[in-house]
């Protein structure tokens, strides 16, 4: 089979757990070509359970040596390897044995993303682990259906030309994603990746790896050649710094903050002029018109929110809610937001699980703080939980006004920014909410068809929900505009992330 | 009509010659919404003619505030215009409005071009300006044929979802373009990018801007709105520094060396995040096998260096001729390259005009004289010629090492440098042109099927040709690999540096 | 030039009106191989001003020696002149300029174009001349578009693979076209075919075929080689028939009545096998929500029926109203019905003209009798008006049953057909709406985006309208379900219609 | 799980053989609306294996009226049941769940097609069954990526329009199929056609039915839903006729002869308009160049008219052989022919299996004795082996002259056609190769990149094999030109087939 032939496994060190009522194991070691080992820089990174912040597991981090290892067996995997010989039918029906791998694991992925980054596991289980599954099939089905063009040049006369398109794959591409969903990240990224036919090196997120190594494992057994994935956790000044940097590396894939979305090009630039695509912050609009579904709005306020404990790229940074139904609107929010359930996000009943890391979490508080100071009306929460672990209150604060700092900068957590806006006032809204150098995501609450519709042409932003919210699917393209980055995730578009075009042409006559 | 309508055309002053048997004008300002006008810097260039280093004609030179000027300008004609409102299919009108007035132009246009670069006059009017009108005439037509998608997501049931993409023009565009092919290289980004609805800033190339101010003309006269085009000549360092740094500007297209791209990638990367397009350096390989037709190999190989005075980035900078004709190749292209016409670029029997610039022939100059000392064997050429103007001998190097500088290095002129590969060898050739950190063009000429197939499948190069050479055609993309650059121009590839893509999703139930 | 070069002009007959102002002239012979000439039938055809039922003037009619002819013509043009050699971008331009000179001619085409169908002059301007030359333009943007495929194949390791689609023109194609549009419906359909590369051999309308003739001597002048268009006034049963039975014409695109698509397809079973493709009988339904925009719905209610006299493929034939304004509905579509000003098409102010022909009228007549006896409610209408020429009254039926012969069947005039729906019954009026065996186009209005996308996603109709009306666009596809047919016009897709891919793979090793 | 969940599976009669070392079962009823049946006909179809003519079994033949439950079977699936509501997602699962289970049981299901159809079980196992495996991936892989396009139409300005398409399924398919290769062909029409979300009702060849029928036992494990796909064997005349005129059909898929070709689309055209794909009868060309791989040469020769003894579509029906290389060519090809082992198809180690079915032998004989009284020559084969079983000996024929009846007529059987065209003439052989009605597949054998571009782009066919033969693929469409039908199996473009496309048009304003 293809899962190693008669070749021996690996043996290597796991760390086991018995927790969510069942037996858990990830590696803990960097996966370079193909084996677990350790990290020559003879550095750990702890990783922390966010809602009692005890140590899971100590993690090994790649130094800039470990990333060069990596660059270099990605590279021969690449252009050496059985991998870049492989008919792209035999590359995807890999691509599903391993979904089909991630799907038999998805309650251990699941319980592992939960205690690494307190997501709440039902949602951890269904949006961390399922869509990463769906994701990895998605792509899997694109490997033999990646075509070129054949293309009607002027013919030289009285010779005949043909000219025809290839796409191939780049080469070895470097990945570097966040903590908020680890895996799924990963897999939004990687799976279009070698999908396409690279080779890849990916620094999951420093404070929350575990299910990428977990995912290094089960690429093993699902017989990816050694070098096509190296996982390498780190931090990113070393290990992310290396990868941007890496004379090897043609592309780099990153998800993570603006202000470090500067730092990955400029690193693109400056090394060896590396095709970059970023998907980076957001302080996404959502605008409520006075004739929306309330019921459908105040639920989708709350998930554009607090979903995730609002640890999402694509969480709603600003409520634009029409002045008709600001009191309502808000009554109903805070009543609703009261109902959630924080706690232990392995029960099964809990809906706020704690924050991802300390850090953060302080942050947040910090970012409350701000907004009460400059005068926004805290509605509910604004402060850490009474209780162990990182948890944050889910938060509402109205009456902001769009020059204040919680109006322009990204909390990244459970806190809710409402405003309200003149009755009526379409293309003012539109404009305010268009006021920012973000461009990720945004939405629409109405029931009129004419206002969807202007309202949905016109935000500047990558996506726009209509009457629903956080609705991405693996095969819609999402991505930023303006300074939120560019380059596309999922969809057919993300495909072309990870290619490059050779044009040929021929001239012949007899 | 849309030239203009009542409004009274602007009067300015402008540059009138009276050569190449025609009356020849243009402007010699910068060109900011709509107008004419002088620079802030008070700074101007000397626009030179190089078969003699007379000057045409001073041109203003643009400062920091002129760029802002038509970047704001640029915004507004993009937010506010007519230009953002316009339908498509009326922008293809215009578009196809302007190709026809060029055409109109097109001995003038040819005529500017040959003396401000030196461009051999039959060779301007059917590739530096035949190929920019059939470029804007390709452009035009895709103008209401860009389609985004509609994708079968997963439906919320019991609810439905439509997801689509909209495809959008960015914004205001950034150009940046060489002096080797003026006019095309400002209509092989400039076509892309107004057929995709965006508005643009230009800096054309120092030393050869002239048929870019001409441009300009034409394009108020084509009834292009105020805005939509700037063109403002400068310097890098001033005016082409200040484009990319503009934080109007969302994309950045430029086409020049590898060493300045990382310079203009890491000022996209450091200001807003630009998205960017590199079209950089060349160092393309051409092989020639044994079983080649001898006639056409040596008429493309020497076009392959010699086109345009090797100014031409997808020049062949290496040419590896297979043992078994590795004599008889160089007694034919010496004794052919001795057969070509050097002289006056106006005069219809000359082939070979003069290079650019002083600086650049200097560089050629010292290519040739590295060469020498590293002990490349000089067959013809190698020096400046001995008439007045700027004129390089078209120069063949051959028994050229891969580890030479003139192996490895770009000359961007007329100097042929020819290397033996062992009989046979087809994998072993082609893994010597591959090791190169370039990948902008490349080349192979067989008669055999099996080869040619086998070599342009491995060449890792953005446009493989052949038995042929230099055949680039509108709607064929090109760009290269590696530190070549990344993004496409030409082709329906080009369009996609110029768009971006907004997926919108609704929900709705009845 | 292209038009010709120095090859004379054939001079030929022609009729020469002074009419609507101006002097018009065009051909009425048959034009095959680039020819004006004779029918060998000896037959000629009356074509009858509808206004006044006067006779404009007599025109050959094609018998089936004259098919053979032009197909005969159309064969060698595409296999041996110079039209199947022609690069793409030289048809392009060819095409461009046909356009062009349509454009120049616009005034003179919509004259003939109204004294020979009955359509008012100002539609015949904007819509069956207007929207000709922009179909024109649209496909002529196309030619130099039309791209393959580069296909990712198994390789036969070790050996490698490429594989690769080519579109290529079909050949000779048949096209039969309707009345109600004489030219549009021609430009529809010749110019996807001709932009693709093929020759065609068309019977425009027997009753309206002056405009075909005309655009027959423009193409000559816009340089369309002989052989490349052949028009052939005829009968149906004739020359219809014998391009539809003919062995060179593989491929045949026909736009008429259900009935005749039987026929028409059937000999294409019969003879060789032709592909074809139809565009048939509507009976479009068009659904009117409670809350919609009243204004709008009135005013494209009329539209939906009345536009160019009825005469129109989709014309709204069953308007479903819902219950609560049913009332208010029928009121206002009878006071502004009747304020449509009825008389001579060229009068500009005159919104309704006759019908086109004689047998047309009365059929009209006959289905309005239908209505009444099978117990519909007359509203307005209902017979020929009391005036010379052949003008039908803007008629309008309510209370229609859905089994109703006037529920079911076409009319293809100017007859309004109303039914009442239950309040909020949307599944209801859908499920009705669908209970037909036709499926050519339909429409909803409604302020409520739930209704709007609901209804839109369930009508089965190849074209559904939302808050509008009869907005064709040059590159929307347009073409039925069901027995209205198959196959597109207009858009990208209509160009597969007119073209055959093949694949081509090579295996190649060294 | 989806395969019925707690629903009871049927239990049905199954013939239970023991061969080729193995168990096999399959059913012998029709297959409707999810349940093995009796035929209303009473009358049943023998199969016969053709290896000793002995009946394997008795199966039912389907009857009118078992037709037209089959179709309202299908109608209801399509438009009430769970199908027709399901996420293309969850459709691409259980395709792929479906392609699973053939891969379980493919052992089997070639033992079943080698005894019922003829077939080598090396051969049926690799291909027969290998490749339906892979073209139920391949398309299964599709369905969540069948997307529409947004067109950017005109606005009604001051309003806005928003156009898009969306492709629908058709409804109920016909798939009418032929005895070759049975289990693929059904694969190839079915796969797509499922992809694309249609319902279907097949009728497998009359004397090969039986892997059709295991089939539709695998579908229900499969867990698709009753109804959507339906199995009826039985006569063309009485149940593929019903099939082609049922009105619920709304399209046909059709492979098998001309001659039948005919007769379906007139049905089509006669019941409700079917649109309709044909892929029917060949003789396809397939020339050697004296400068082709001789041995590669040979063995394709050999393969392209001997694989799956001659019962392959695009069997090379003439051979066009270089005179130089000519009787070289002839003596070697008998010497690889004569090499051929004759015998039982699931003896290992034999290449010729025997014929499909008596009737067919019979004909083959009497088209050799054809062949021999026009004067061919007959240098190998030309009858019945002497050995039990439908054998008929590889045949091989030279200097035939092209307007031979075997030179024009397909044989669908071992026997080469050979003929000589004179040195040099490229030009010529391709005339010769074109002067036909087929146009199905092709192929050129020659190592000068010319020849192999110049001819493959002339040669006018569907298909055109480059230095191979029958290398088809699941990715590449498939499908020929003229009388060899219309409509493309596999690939992309397949997918068309199955589909239609709805234009939605919106207009808005606020």
Redesign the interface.
């Known amino acids: 089979s293809r899962g190693g032939g008669g070749k021996k496994m690996q043996e290597y060190p796991k760390v086991k757990l018995h927790v969510n009522k069942m037996d858990i194991s990830f590696p803990s070691q960097l996966f370079i070509d193909g084996l677990f080992c350790d990290a020559t820089s003879g550095k750990k990174l702890k990783s922390i359970d966010p809602k009692d912040e005890s140590v899971i597991c100590e993690v090994e981090a790649a130094s800039k040596e470990d990333v060069d290892r990596a660059c270099k067996a990605a590279y021969r995997a690449f252009n050496d390897g059985e991998w870049g010989?492989m008919?792209?039918?035999d590359r995807?029906?890999m691509l599903?044995k391993l979904a089909d791998l991630m799907e038999e694991h998805q309650e251990e992925l699941a319980t592992i993303e939960s205690i690494d980054s307190g997501a709440v596991y039902t949602l951890a289980l269904k949006t961390h682990i399922g869509m990463s599954i769906?994701t990895w099939?998605?792509f899997?089905?694109?490997?033999?259906?990646?075509?070129?063009?054949?293309?009607?040049?002027?013919?030289?006369?009285p010779n005949?030309?043909?000219?025809?398109?290839?796409?191939y794959p780049i080469g070895v591409c470097g990945l570097i994603t966040p903590w908020n969903y680890p895996l799924m990240m990963l897999s939004w990224k990687m799976a279009a990746c070698l999908a396409a036919g690279n080779t890849v090196v990916i620094k999951p997120a420093q404070v929350s790896p575990l299910t990428a190594l977990k995912f290094a494992e089960l690429s093993v057994l699902a017989g990816i050649p050694p070098g096509v994935i190296n996982v390498l956790p780190g931090t990113g000044r070393v290990c992310g710094q290396a990868i941007a940097d890496h004379p090897l590396v043609?592309k780099l894939g990153f998800t993570g903050s603006?202000e470090i979305?500067?730092t990955?090009?400029?690193s693109?630039?400056?090394s060896?002029?590396k095709?970059c695509s970023?998907e980076?912050g957001g302080k996404s609009p959502l605008i409520f018109f006075a004739d929306c579904d309330m019921e459908k709005a105040i639920k989708n306020a709350l998930g554009s929110v607090f979903f995730n404990k609002g640890e999402n790229c694509i969480a709603a940074g600003r409520l634009f809610v029409e002045e008709t139904i600001y009191d309502e609107f808000l009554d109903r929010v805070v009543t609703e937001t009261k109902k959630m359930k924080i706690g232990d996000p392995l029960d099964r009943s809990v809906q706020h699980g704690p924050q991802n890391h300390k850090a953060h979490l302080d942050k947040l508080v910090e970012y409350c703080e701000t907004g009460l100071k400059e005068g926004a009306r805290l509605l509910l929460g604004g402060k850490r939980c009474d209780m162990k672990g990182l948890y944050m209150e889910p938060t509402i604060f109205c009456d902001v006004e769009d020059n204040m700092f919680i109006a322009k900068e990204e909390s990244f957590g459970p806190i809710m920014v409402v405003t309200k806006f003149n009755a009526g006032d379409?293309?003012g809204v539109v404009k305010r909410a268009n006021n920012t150098?973000y461009g990720l995501a945004s939405g629409v609450f109405?029931?009129?068809?004419?206002?969807?519709?202007?309202v949905?042409?016109h935000l500047d932003?990558?996506?726009?929900?209509?009457?629903?919210y956080n609705?991405t699917?693996?095969?819609?393209?999402?991505?930023g505009?303006?300074?939120s980055?560019?380059g596309?995730d999922l969809?057919?578009?993300a495909l072309?992330e990870y290619l490059?075009?050779?044009?040929?042409?021929?001239?012949?006559?007899?």
């Not at 490997?143 to 054949?150: P, V």
């Not at 932003?461 to 629903?468: D, L, Q």
């Open positions: 010989k008919n792209a039918r995807s029906t599903f769906a099939r998605y899997a089905g694109w490997c033999d259906k990646i075509e070129g063009s054949t293309i009607p040049i002027n013919n030289a006369r005949r030309n043909l000219a025809l398109t290839r796409k043609r603006t979305g500067h990955i090009m400029r693109c630039a400056d060896n002029l095709k970023l980076l379409v293309e150098e109405t029931k009129d068809i004419n206002k969807a519709l202007y949905s042409e932003a990558g996506t726009c929900f209509v009457n629903i609705k699917d693996v095969a819609a393209p999402f991505g505009f303006k300074e980055g560019f596309k969809g057919r578009e072309n490059k075009t050779k044009t040929i042409t021929f001239e012949y006559s007899i």
